[in-house]
């Protein structure tokens, strides 16, 4: 067994047998309160009540309930798979339900920051286990024998002396009836049978048979839709409005106006759609205009600038560069960036005398109850939120403004309204990437070793646009790394793998370069650089040097890093974020005078693997998400008004465009760390050096078909 853990009634509590028969286990997944059963069999059975319970009914079917919002993620599947695990039921006989908020129950319903398997892998493992002992112990009961005598399969109880079996159904009832254990022993990892395995959504056919799953799907009898009238420009607001063209418009309820906004609201999208179209609307300057034209200025003064924010020190970086052999040179820059998830913004609201009802897809359900009883100067528990699927989210549904506008508009015309964002709307009033630019600089010695590393950082909104503890700090005996900030109407947020999607293609192109000057291979480098960092760091290191060592390992070997191909040129790119690794091998050939990209290879290392095909899929999206918005994503400005407003103007990577992706992962038994976002940082890095092997051309700006298009128009 791999640990005996202490699962105390706080955190795990049986209900008494129900109506009808059944095993109700009421176990608190995060949260470190008790609480009571609060449902039958009956109540279940019936309407499915959402809630943090993992029950058995006498049938042998198991509903689990996932708190957690589904983005894409995978998280639906992963968390029962997790407690299915250590109850050692059959996956087949497993009912997953999407749970709704309740901050009574959870403490953590979140899709952010590559977390929710990390927060919960060790809790959701004593749920299963718990239940399992239980039922364990209501067979051996039953057959007055020892519990040590039985053992569990696929939800049966197996006495190993007689080998009588019973199912978990028909154990339901009396394991309703024993007392939580307060400590159960979980699997050895070598006893797994689900998780490493690959299972398949539990929400594909859905998706398939075009179920309504989504917010984009969700309807009320008898609701609104409404559309919003946003500034066009950041830096804008609302000076006057005439709404009699619109009112007069078929379906046409009302139209308000709220906090520079003006919305439409109606009885179809199409027709609030229409009169929004017809508003006459004056709008009034409140803040800079910006056009790109003044970020290329201001990024400029940005670098130059003698005030900075100094985010790592150490050693003496001038005299260091002052008596270097070689110092290596460069900048890049990366632009902003729209979220562009497949579903545009969308939320329902109702707001009543007696409580607020939201339904809809968000990352942050806790935030938009609290936001929205903040706005209401209510009570945050008159506020209920059921939770719908995501048609992707990228960190843009972290924000609550798309909920409150909802719930803004319900307060305003006293009824249940969806509030729905046109592809425009979402990609000219939105919550961008920050624009970054970075300045390097390294020094090296005679024998090519890097003796001086600094970077700056400087950003459009962006906060500290570096990470200063990732390497290679640590591996360098003369370090800086600073940052400065340009405060921007235009409104910037989390963009998924905040900060190092870019910084990554940034750090590890450079890394290439000084490589490169140096004399030496690329993998090489890094892995001396690595040694250096073990055996004589300078300052605290703050990533694993194994973990890194292996990714990079396992890349070049998957990739014949060290096997001389003709033709093939290979570039290479590893980044540590969300606690994760990743090394990527990028392989071009030349065709007709042009580098094709063909195969991209990535080396893992996210701990223990909960479903192979949800994992996979992680990283593969997260390398086409990378690949497509290195080679091809830009929103630029004119005045505070992005240039491009839907995906006629801007280019997002086609399908025919992605290469084939060879995916392997380290297996090194550790508890899991984050995978949704860690694969795409490395991406655009891996892409730009192997460019630069087949071609010659060093890229260091974002988009790259923006910098050398007939070079890259036949990248596919």
């Not at 890097?450 to 950003?459: D, E």
Request: aromatic share 8%; charged share 25%.
């Amino acid at each position: 067994m791999e640990k005996t853990s202490n699962n105390s009634r706080r955190d795990f509590l049986k209900s008494a047998a129900l109506a009808g028969g059944g095993f109700m286990l009421s176990f608190n997944w995060f949260g470190k309160e008790v609480f009571a059963a609060d449902a039958t069999a009956a109540t279940v059975a019936a309407d499915f009540a959402p809630n943090a319970y993992l029950s058995i009914h006498p049938d042998g079917i198991v509903t689990i309930f996932s708190p957690n919002p589904e983005i894409g993620q995978g998280i639906k599947t992963a968390f029962p798979i997790i407690v299915a695990e250590e109850l050692d039921v059959d996956w087949a006989k497993v009912k997953v339900l999407q749970a709704p908020l309740d901050t009574k129950k959870f403490e953590r319903q979140v899709a952010g920051g590559s977390g929710s398997i990390p927060h919960s892998w060790q809790r959701l493992r004593k749920a299963g286990a718990t239940a399992r002992q239980m039922l364990i112990e209501a067979a051996a009961k039953k057959w007055n024998v020892s519990a040590t005598e039985c053992k569990t399969e696929k939800g049966f109880v197996i006495h190993t002396t007689s080998n009588k079996k019973l199912s978990y159904g028909e154990l339901a009832t009396d394991a309703a009836q024993i007392t939580p254990p307060a400590d159960v022993k979980l699997k050895d990892l070598k006893d797994f049978k689900l998780i490493g395995s690959t299972v398949k959504g539990v929400d594909n056919e859905e998706i398939l048979t075009g179920k309504p799953l989504f917010g984009i799907d969700f309807y009320r009898e008898g609701m609104l839709f409404s559309m919003i009238q946003r500034p066009p420009a950041f830096g804008l607001k609302l000076k006057s409005f005439d709404a009699s063209a619109a009112k007069a418009m078929p379906g046409i309820v009302d139209v308000v106006s709220f906090k520079n906004k003006v919305a439409v609201v109606g009885k179809s999208t199409w027709e609030v759609k229409k009169a929004k179209e017809a508003l006459k609307i004056e709008w009034e300057k409140d803040g800079n205009l910006e056009s790109s034209e003044d970020h290329d200025k201001i990024f400029k003064e940005l670098l130059d600038s003698p005030k900075a924010d100094v985010r790592r020190k150490e050693g003496d970086v001038e005299a260091a560069f002052k008596n270097a052999a070689k110092v290596v040179e460069s900048e890049y820059q990366c632009p902003f960036l729209p979220h562009n998830p497949m579903e545009p913004m969308n939320f329902f609201a109702h707001v009543r005398a007696d409580g607020v009802e939201l339904v809809g897809p968000t990352q942050t359900p806790q935030a938009a109850q609290g936001q929205t009883a903040k706005l209401l100067n209510i009570a945050p528990e008159k506020v209920t939120v059921e939770l719908t699927r995501m048609g992707g989210g990228f960190g843009r549904r972290l924000g609550t403004d798309y909920v409150l506008e909802a719930v803004e508009v319900s307060n305003l015309v006293k009824a249940p309204v969806k509030v729905i964002w046109t592809r425009e709307d979402d990609m000219t009033g939105g919550s961008y990437r920050p624009a970054v630019r970075y300045r390097f600089r390294a020094a090296l010695d005679k024998q090519g070793n890097m003796i001086a590393y600094s970077l700056r950082g400087a950003g459009i909104n962006a906060g500290n646009s570096t990470r200063e503890n990732n390497f290679p700090s640590g591996a360098v005996p003369n370090l800086l790394i600073d940052s400065v900030e340009h405060k921007s109407p235009i409104t910037t947020g989390p963009w998924r793998a905040p900060i190092t999607n870019f910084l990554a293609f940034a750090e590890q192109s450079f890394i290439d370069e000084v490589a490169t000057a140096a004399g030496k291979d690329a993998v090489q480098f890094r892995l001396d650089l690595l040694e250096k960092a073990r055996t004589s760091p300078t300052g605290p290191i703050r990533y694993d040097i194994d973990r890194m060592k292996a990714v990079i390992e396992l890349a070049a070997e998957k990739s014949g890093w060290n096997k001389k191909r003709k033709g093939v040129s290979l570039g290479f790119s590893v980044y540590f974020s969300h606690a994760s690794y990743v090394a990527q091998v990028a392989e071009i050939v030349m065709k007709k005078g042009k580098p094709v990209l063909q195969k991209i290879y990535a080396a893992v290392d996210c701990g223990v693997v909960i479903n192979q095909s949800g994992a996979r899929n992680q990283v593969i999206g997260g390398i086409v998400d990378g690949m497509g918005h290195a080679m091809y994503g830009n929103l630029t400005f004119k005045e505070g008004t992005p240039n491009q407003s839907n995906f006629n103007t801007y280019r997002l990577i086609k399908m025919n465009e992605i290469p084939a992706i060879d995916v392997h992962f380290v297996d090194n038994g550790i508890d899991p760390t984050g995978l949704g976002e860690p694969a795409l940082p490395p991406t655009g890095g891996s892409i730009g050096n192997a460019i630069f092997k087949a071609t010659g051309k060093r890229l260091r700006n974002q988009p790259f078909i923006e910098q050398e298009e007939n070079l890259l128009n036949s990248i596919s």
